[in-house]
């Protein structure tokens, strides 16, 4: 099987172009996913994308994380697909759309000269932000609300965060200083409380100014990743809902493996990711 290994500010994922490879049966896939992702014996990565013809947008892609599990969206993932397609003339334009499982967004790539992306902005849509949205477990009129700075009980222990979903579940916490956040104790209890029945990603942010955070992440069904596209969304939607920042404004969101760019819009509220996309190698993988 061809694939590409493509990385977001280190957040990195074999790319399989479905438009040419014929794919293993659905039901192989997660299994390959976990294949590939592992250092030692497959390629190393966190996960595995899929990039397929879309029959509603340009094209579509299909996010599977380190342990096989599905995922609805992925930020670094749709830069780099963005950079794929482009690059390999499957759209011949600098806009288009790409389905996921989260719904439809809009990508811009910013090629050069020679036609090489190394740089994509993405329309990523609308943050849902109902409880139910998430999804989230609740009572009545509650599954109609948002989830701001709440406090809620998981396996005896209070946490209070905001939950966002952009296609894909956040719960994000406002930290002091990120470098001490309990990211690998309290991610992994919090990724898989009752509460969240899909499991939830889980940030763990500090407001640095008006237009700066820094940002740690425990990605549901991948762990620890050194940047999560969706997840530094969810987290500028957070810090607005929490007074902690303004829509409108450019905020740079410092990443473990970088920055990205986010911005909330006030015209259509729609939130807009811009940053790198970088290509790794290519090859072959030999299933076994
Ligand atoms: N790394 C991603 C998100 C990947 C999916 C996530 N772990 C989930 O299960 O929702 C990003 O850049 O957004």
């Not at 595995?48 to 969206?73: H, Q, T, W, Y």
């Not at 334009?93 to 090629?111: C, D, M, Q, R, Y």
């Not at 899909?198 to 763990?204: A, C, I, L």
């Not at 530094?232 to 007074?243: F, I, R, S």
Request: charged share 25%.
């Amino acid at each position: 099987m061809k694939f590409t290994k493509m990385h977001g500010l280190g957040n990195s994922y074999i790319y399989v172009d479905s438009f040419r490879e014929s794919l293993p049966n659905e039901e192989k896939l997660p299994a390959l996913a976990v294949k590939v992702a592992d250092p030692h014996t497959g390629i190393g990565s966190d996960g595995l994308i899929l990039i397929l013809p879309s029959e509603i947008a340009d094209v579509r892609m299909r996010v599977f994380n380190n342990d096989g599990s599905e995922a609805k969206n992925c930020g670094n993932g749709l830069r780099c697909v963005a950079k794929y397609v482009y690059e390999h003339r499957y759209v011949q334009k600098e806009e288009f759309s790409i389905e996921t499982l989260g719904g439809i967004v809009t990508a811009n790539v910013h090629p050069s000269r020679t036609g090489e992306v190394h740089e994509v902005t993405v329309d990523m849509g609308l943050p849902k932000l109902k409880r139910k949205e998430m999804p989230m477990r609740g009572e009545g009129a509650a599954l109609d609300e948002p989830v701001i700075a709440s406090t809620e009980h998981v396996n005896g222990t209070d946490y209070t965060f905001t939950a966002v979903s952009m296609g894909n579940p956040h719960a994000v916490f406002f930290v002091e200083n990120v470098a001490e956040a309990s990211v690998e104790t309290d991610g992994p209890v919090v990724e898989n409380a009752d509460l969240f029945p899909d499991g939830t990603n889980v940030e763990f942010i500090s407001i640095m100014s008006e237009t700066e955070m820094n940002f740690a992440v425990w990605e549901r069904g991948s762990g620890v990743t050194r940047a999560c596209g969706t997840g530094a969304c969810a987290a500028v939607v957070a810090a607005v809902l929490n007074g902690k920042a303004s829509k409108d404004k450019d905020i740079t969101v410092h990443l473990p493996g970088g920055d990205l760019l986010i911005r909330w819009s006030s015209r259509d509220d729609h939130v807009w990711m811009k940053g790198q996309a970088v290509t790794v190698c290519e090859g072959t993988y030999m299933d076994h």
